[in-house]
């Protein structure tokens, strides 16, 4: 006797039934994940050669920041891993100055390393109390930095990501130091102008001369002029002031420059004239400016802080070397 229409529908239904069971599940499938292995971030070390300050904007022109870094990729674990992103931020002297994701797409050999290079490039426009600190390492002083984030990385089959972590720390220093002015009178410039006998003045001519690859603008104020004793070489040249003249020595008139601008490289000059009066000197100086009227030959010295703004941000005092000098009548 055959079945019955109802009894032969629930027959295919459970035979298909039995059918779906033994066939493979693709979706969820695995339903626990032990790893065999810890699985470890990739570590990073700093490359202090290749890490520096490119650049720094003047505050008035936006203060951009300009900074390369270099770091070396390592990969602890023992299978090959992908960096995929990296969401950081960047402190400078301890003050957060910058935020922004990067996607490296660098690959790390397992229990190996890469190298990751980039550029950042910030505004501290709106962080003022960093422009000293990032001005100064234009002069050498180095600025400490860290960089901390969250990665994201990923294995043949699996993708890790990490929560917010000290990734590496350092000091910055400008690719380029400020190095200071060199300052000195041009000789044969040197010369007196008596256009009222109350009132003579001293005439030469400073030369600055900026070595380095970063611009700045040089200014004196209150450097004190003094006449010397003659003194000059065999061949008619003035000699160098002694550190126990320069003690010893009186001011005759004191004088301020106004800032120069001196670029990277130049070499600029000054004219500079003094008008004396006669009335406000001391015994001995009124008798060197009167020798000096009358023909006899002198030294001079200036004496003073010479300072270099850098960058609009901050200044710098020229170290106290070799004074400017010269010889009038020589």
């Not at 059918?19 to 969820?28: D, E, Q, S």
């Not at 004793?229 to 002031?241: E, I, K, Q, V, Y």
């Not at 000197?281 to 060197?288: K, N, V």
Request: hydrophobic content about 50%.
């Amino acid at each position: 006797m055959r079945p019955r229409p109802r009894v032969r529908a629930l027959l295919a239904a459970v035979a298909i039934l039995a059918l779906t069971a033994c066939a493979p599940r693709v979706v969820g499938e695995i339903t626990d994940m032990s790893p065999v292995v810890d699985v470890v971030a990739p570590r990073f070390v700093l490359d202090p050669r290749e890490t520096r300050i490119e650049r720094f904007d003047p505050p008035g022109a936006g203060a951009g920041l300009v900074v390369d870094l270099s770091v070396v990729v390592s990969n602890p674990n023992t299978f090959d891993l992908f960096l995929e992103s990296v969401d950081y931020r960047l402190l400078l002297a301890g003050e957060r100055a910058h935020v922004d994701a990067l996607e490296p797409r660098l690959s790390v050999p397992a229990l190996g390393s890469a190298r990751w290079r980039w550029r950042l490039e910030a505004s501290l426009a709106d962080q003022p109390k960093l422009w000293r600190a990032v001005v100064a390492s234009f002069a050498g002083d180095p600025l400490p930095f860290a960089v901390e984030g969250r990665l994201r990385f990923l294995s043949e089959v699996f993708i890790f990501s990490t929560g917010v972590r000290p990734l590496f720390s350092g000091v910055l220093r400008a690719r380029q130091a400020v190095e200071p002015p060199e300052i000195a009178v041009v000789a044969g410039t040197e010369g007196t102008v008596v256009a009222r006998s109350d009132a003579p003045a001293l005439r030469f001519v400073l030369e600055l001369r900026n070595p380095g690859d970063v611009g700045y603008f040089v200014s004196a104020r209150g450097l004190a002029l003094a006449l010397l004793a003659p003194g000059f070489d065999a061949s008619g040249a003035p000699l160098p002031p002694t550190d126990a003249e320069r003690a010893g020595a009186s001011p005759v008139a004191v004088l301020d420059l106004a800032p120069v601008p001196l670029p990277a490289g130049a070499t600029v000059r000054r004219e500079i004239v003094v008008v004396l009066d006669l009335d406000r000197l001391a015994a001995d100086g009124r008798e060197r400016v009167a020798a000096l009227l009358a023909g006899e030959p002198a030294r001079f010295v200036i004496d003073g802080p010479f300072v270099y703004d850098v960058l609009g941000a901050d200044s710098f005092q020229v170290p106290d070397g070799d004074a400017a000098w010269g010889a009038f009548g020589r």
